[in-house]
């Protein structure tokens, strides 16, 4: 939205809670209130648009995490159709390529099969592991100086994209004449759990240390942290795949780099 707004585009947002959204408001964006299951609301929301990003917001608290995936995407496909929306562009994930050992993933793959060829010019943003995802342990990190991590090796390096990369690339492809299919968007540098440890420090000036729960204690972390037993089983999957090499972009498409470093980000939250 804001890449959009900068260039003078007008913007439409779908949100769950207008109140929550006052700002966007006052910049001019247009909300339509409402829920992404709901078909009528999304097909009021893409009517008379020119393109649309969409998202699938993770159910983390699901019995079902992989039937919200696919449902949510039929409710996708429909409202762009019945909108009869000319360019789209979905974000979907490293390893979508992959029907299975990748977690949650899993559920962008099915959501890629339901989307293709829902609108005439349709691409597949495929983004690497979110620089954000360190973010929920930021009071651990400040408060204890320790920051958990289930990546087998710390100082393995890969990358990790910004969210505000893979929003500045999905504005920049609903304006191209020409948009690819795929695009696998990385980080133009990569990095490590030591490094997000060291970005940390730097911004709480303290000592941050990388610590490594055993891996049978894994499911019953994320399910103390309120995700449902099945969206939890998924994410010990996904980083499984994520240690073991599994878990990678295809070399399929068009492929891109986010600028924005991971020190950037985390001196954002603190």
């Known amino acids: 939205a804001d890449a959009l707004l900068a260039k003078g585009h007008t913007v439409r947002a779908i949100v769950r809670n207008p109140a929550k959204a006052a700002d966007?408001?006052?910049?001019?964006?247009?909300?339509?209130?409402?829920?992404?299951?709901?078909?009528?609301?999304?097909?009021?929301?893409?009517?008379?648009?020119?393109?649309?990003?969409l998202l699938v917001p993770p159910n983390v608290v699901t019995d079902d995490p992989l039937g919200w995936y696919e449902q949510v995407a039929k409710t996708f496909r429909q409202a762009v159709e019945a909108a009869s929306l000319k360019r789209l562009v979905f974000l979907s994930s490293e390893a979508a390529h992959l029907p299975t050992g990748n977690g949650p993933i899993k559920g962008l793959h099915a959501a890629e099969r339901i989307l293709k060829g829902a609108a005439p010019t349709l691409t597949f943003l495929r983004a690497s592991y979110f620089q954000e995802n360190w973010q929920s342990l930021a009071g651990l990190a400040r408060e204890q100086g320790i920051l958990p991590t289930f990546l087998a090796d710390p100082a393995a390096k890969r990358s990790m994209i910004a969210?505000?990369?893979?929003?500045?690339?999905?504005?920049?492809?609903?304006?191209?004449?020409?948009?690819?299919?795929?695009?696998?968007?990385?980080?133009?540098?990569?990095?490590?759990?030591?490094?997000?440890?060291?970005a940390y420090a730097a911004a709480f000036n303290r000592p941050v240390a990388v610590v490594q729960p055993p891996h049978d204690q894994w499911a019953g972390i994320l399910t103390g942290a309120g995700l449902s037993p099945a969206f939890a089983g998924l994410i010990v999957e996904m980083n499984d795949g994520i240690n073991s090499g599994h878990v990678r972009f295809s070399g399929d498409g068009d492929q891109r780099k986010g600028p924005t470093s991971l020190a950037e980000t985390v001196k954002s939250w603190a």
């Open 163 to 198: 969210t505000r990369d893979i929003g500045q690339v999905a504005a920049d492809l609903l304006l191209e004449a020409h948009p690819p299919a795929i695009v696998e968007l990385a980080s133009r540098e990569n990095f490590s759990a030591n490094d997000a440890a060291a």
């Open 24 to 53: 966007w408001v006052k910049r001019g964006v247009q909300l339509i209130a409402g829920d992404v299951n709901d078909v009528a609301v999304l097909t009021k929301a893409l009517t008379g648009v020119d393109g649309a990003y």
